[in-house]
Structure formats: C-alpha cells, structure tokens
C-alpha cells in the first residue's frame, strides 16, 4: 500500500511540474463570431516534440468542401485531412510558437493554446503580437 501512494504521489510530482495536461487528442472547434460548432481537429505529439492539428470533420459544410483561399500546395484542397495547426511547442504552462490556418480566408496566423480544464483549449490565433488576433475555444471530443 505504501509502493502504491509513493507512487501516486510521484506521478502527481510529474504532472505538477511539467504544469501541462494533454492537448492530444480529438477537439470540436467553435466559432468565435457565430458560437456554431464547425469542425473535428486531431491534435497529435510527434517525434518532434512538437504538437499538430488536423481536421478530421467538418460539421456546417460538405465533406468535400475545398481551400479555395489558401494559397501554395493547400490551395484547392480538401479541408477535411488538411494539417491547420503545425509547430506548437510546450512553453512555460501553455503551448506556443505554432501556426495556424484559416481555411475560411486562407490565411495563416501565430498561435498560442491553453488549457482551461481538462476539456476546453484557448486557441489565440495572432498576427506579430498576441494582442492583435482573436479567441477560439475547442472543446474535447469523447
């Protein structure tokens, strides 16, 4: 029994001192203007240490919907299966140094994501400084 609670208390110590929950995982993302759920991003670990995302569903428009503002290699493609999130890395209690896109109008942003519980991320998407940009929380997908 004390194996068990040294243990525990352990793995506390850990988790407290890396300061992060996992943002891994399956994320409904919401409208900041219209408070609508618009789609299913996977966010994974890689190798890298660093953390992307991916749209897996797409939930106010057709499966088949494409970028038709991005620019580059995305331009034209499908959303679903398009990498949006890319380069996240852990700083301090929260993730930044990443970007995103916007396959609204194409455009890519800085970004910067925190936890608020273990359920709800706050995505600041900026243009040079965080000030400048605006707000979205996602919320996991059991």
């Known amino acids: 029994m004390n194996k068990v609670i040294l243990i525990l208390m352990f793995l506390s110590l850990c988790l407290s ?26 966010i994974i670990k890689k190798e890298d240490n660093k953390y992307y995302g991916t749209v897996m569903k797409l939930l106010l428009e057709p ?49 910067s994501i925190w936890m608020e519980g273990n359920d709800t991320l706050v995505l600041r998407g900026y243009i040079g400084i965080s000030a400048l940009g605006r707000s979205q929380k996602w919320h996991r997908v059991e």
């Open 17 to 42: 001192a890396n300061g992060q929950a996992d943002i891994s995982g399956l994320w409904k993302t919401i409208d900041d203007v219209t408070g609508e759920a618009k789609s299913h991003v996977e």
């Open 63 to 111: 499966e088949d919907t494409k970028c038709t503002n991005c620019k580059g290699e995305k331009k034209g493609q499908k959303i679903k299966g398009m990498q949006i999130l890319k380069d996240l890395q852990v700083y301090k209690d929260y993730w930044s140094y990443g970007k995103i896109l916007d396959p609204e109008n194409g455009k890519e942003y800085k970004c």
